[in-house]
T-cell receptor
Framework: ETGVTQTPRHLVMGMTNKKSLKCEQHLGHNAMYWYKQSAKKPLELMFVYSLEERVENNSVPSRFSPECPNSSHLFLHLHTLQPEDSALYLC??????????????FGPGTRLTVL | QKEVEQNSGPLSVPEGAIASLNCTYSDRGSQSFFWYRQYSGKSPELIMSIYSNGDKEDGRFTAQLNKASQYVSLLIRDSQPSDSATYLCAGHYGGATNKLIFGTGTLLAVQP
């Protein structure tokens, strides 16, 4: 595997389900990000992790719960979602979060549909 | 409120022409900018980064940054149908979280 991978690629869930999205980066980076991309809207940053520590929580509802067990893996746990949460969820990684410009590289995304 | 603005398009150009994509930003504190290409149904792919005023060239792509006027542009020379995609402009605002602010993207359609 190379770059940033995400599973599953597609997910359909009911509002009462609990599911998790997984991201893994194979770039040796120290920072990982979750973004939400909805139609006609800019990418929205949700969470930022640096060396497994959460450094940004962009006013995201508690029904989204991130987890970063190590610098290569990032999860997004989902529970009691709403139909408006249907979107493309993108994971990204960068070398670091500080100390200069750190380019972000995206995974393929998980297309989530909430029924 | 930090914002990055892009014309949503579509911008239609004939094959072989120069495509010019523009982006303006509201916060003079932004240090650097990135252009991502996103094909329909795919994730964004980084194609250019620009950190200082002036032009930066990479193959058929040229990024231009003018901090005084607060605009960024991407020129694609010899446009190909395979360049048809949405182009996202993102501004980097530094700080402790490497935060990027994205525009909504410009859809480019290259006509064969």
């Amino acid at each position: 595997e190379t770059g940033v991978t995400q599973t599953p690629r597609h997910l359909v869930m009911g509002m009462t389900n609990k599911k998790s999205l997984k991201c893994e980066q194979h770039l040796g980076h120290n920072a990982m990000y979750w973004y939400k991309q909805s139609a006609k809207k800019p990418l929205e940053l949700m969470f930022v992790y640096s060396l497994e520590e959460r450094v940004e929580n962009n006013s995201v509802p508690s029904r989204f719960s991130p987890e970063c067990p190590n610098s290569s893996h990032l999860f997004l746990h989902l529970h009691t979602l709403q139909p408006e949460d249907s979107a493309l969820y993108l994971c990204a990684s960068s070398r670091d979060v500080a100390g200069g410009i750190n380019e972000q590289f995206f995974g393929p995304g998980t297309r989530l549909t909430v029924l | 409120q930090k914002e990055v603005e892009q014309n949503s398009g579509p911008l239609s150009v004939p094959e072989g022409a120069i495509a010019s994509l523009n982006c303006t930003y509201s916060d003079r504190g932004s240090q650097s900018f990135f252009w991502y290409r996103q094909y329909s149904g795919k994730s964004p792919e980084l194609i250019m980064s620009i950190y200082s005023n002036g032009d930066k060239e990479d193959g058929r792509f040229t990024a231009q940054l003018n901090k005084a006027s607060q605009y960024v542009s991407l020129l694609i020379r010899d446009s190909q149908p395979s360049d048809s995609a949405t182009y996202l402009c993102a501004g980097h605002y530094g700080g402790a979280t490497n935060k990027l602010i994205f525009g909504t993207g410009t859809l480019l359609a290259v006509q064969p």
